[in-house]
């Protein structure tokens, strides 16, 4: 199936700094999906792209769609120790083919913040 | 509430076993997945479903069965020609089918289920 690289894998950071994790990919997606998961637990949808270029915030989450439509980012600002997660991105491909109707998740960022 | 229930949220299975996941939703949601989540990867689409009665292979779907004969239950079956089922399971659903710029119509995901072969 199609891949995302999700980079970096991990991260070990102290409480109050920023994050910055991206996605990328070598097709074209015309949706981003950036998720948080908590151990043993569902994913949590924290922010949604939909259209190139597009920049949207949630509190102190920003995520990007890249122009190229190849690649997305997301940061997280002044970090919390609630923050510790595991942070997934994932892409729809653009219509038609078999990959049509499913998503295409990264291998995921795992988030550490020490007090 | 609203949601997506998984149950249940531990199972044991033993060699040679077909055991099955459940998953509901009261969302209204046409479309429902199935995940498979195996420690430090991403998540892996097993089946998806667009439309009750109707259901499509993911990337993974050898060894694994399911139905949609109502719109808000997916069920997974695991069968035993499944040769490494131990992992985290991820019932999803989404308004419909593809969610390709549509704002507000994403994926949602039920709180997993664990599998473990003994």
């Known amino acids: 199936g199609q891949q995302l690289n999700q980079s970096p894998q991990s991260m070990f950071i102290q409480e109050g700094e920023d994050v910055s994790m991206n996605c990328t990919s070598s097709s074209i997606f015309n949706t981003w999906l950036w998720y948080k998961q908590d151990p043993g637990e569902g994913p949590v949808l924290l922010i949604a792209?939909?259209?190139?270029?597009e920049l949207t915030s949630n509190g102190r989450l920003t995520a990007q769609f890249g122009i190229t439509r190849k690649d997305s980012f997301l940061n997280i600002s002044a970090s919390i120790p609630s923050d510790v997660g595991i942070y997934f991105c994932?892409?729809?491909?653009?219509?038609?083919?078999?990959?049509?109707?499913?998503?295409?998740f990264g291998q995921g960022t795992i988030l550490t913040v020490h007090p | 509430d609203g949601g997506i229930t998984q149950s249940p949220k531990y199972l044991f299975r033993k060699e040679g076993q077909n055991v099955t996941l459940s998953c509901e939703q009261n969302?209204?949601?046409?479309?429902m997945y199935w995940y498979r989540q195996d420690p430090g990867q991403g998540l892996r689409l097993i089946y998806y479903s667009q439309i009750v009665n109707d259901f499509q292979k993911g990337d993974i779907a050898e060894g694994y069965s399911v139905s949609r004969e109502k719109k808000e239950s997916f069920p997974l079956t695991v069968t035993s020609a499944q040769k490494n089922p131990t992992a985290f399971y991820l019932c999803?659903?989404?308004?419909?089918?593809?969610?390709?710029?549509?704002?507000?119509?994403?994926?949602?995901f039920g709180e997993g289920s664990w599998l473990t072969v003994v």
């Open positions: 994932a892409g729809q491909l653009e219509a038609g083919g078999t990959s049509y109707g499913k998503l295409t």
């Open positions: 999803a659903s989404s308004i419909f089918a593809p969610i390709t710029g549509v704002p507000g119509n994403t994926i949602y």
């Open positions: 969302l209204n949601h046409d479309a």
């Open positions: 792209l939909y259209k190139a270029g």
